[in-house]
């Protein structure tokens, strides 16, 4: 079955960077489109970025266009978000997903000094 595991959150400082990733499994990864999608406290989950299954083309939500990449390394499975110029609003526990559904356990980015 489709398995995703998300790794590499942590406590970052405003302004600081961070890449996580998302090792993927049970599927043709290499024929899917990806996202990430995020969840504050409190809040619903909100779109990221997304990626089409070669690589080729990329989208940012308003937020975050500028300051994250994504990317992907499909001979290795793995889905990457590099975040650069950390805010405290980035705050939530970040998934990778099928646009289709289908999400893994999420890792926890926290922004605060």
């Known amino acids: 079955q489709v398995q995703l595991v998300e790794s590499g959150g942590g406590l970052v400082q405003p302004g600081g960077s961070l890449r996580i990733s998302c090792v993927a499994s049970g599927f043709s990864f290499s024929d899917a489109h990806m996202i990430w999608v995020r969840q504050a406290p409190g809040k619903g989950v909100e779109l990221v970025a997304g990626?089409?299954?070669?690589?080729?083309?990329?989208t940012y939500v308003d937020p975050v266009k500028g300051r994250f990449t994504i990317t992907r390394d499909n001979a290795k499975s793995t889905l990457y978000l590099q975040m650069d110029n950390l805010k405290p609003e980035d705050t939530a526990v970040y998934y990778c997903?099928?646009?289709?559904?289908?999400r893994g356990r999420g890792t926890q980015v926290t922004v605060s000094s």
């Open positions: 997903a099928l646009p289709s559904g289908g």
């Open positions: 990626i089409t299954s070669g690589g080729e083309r990329t």
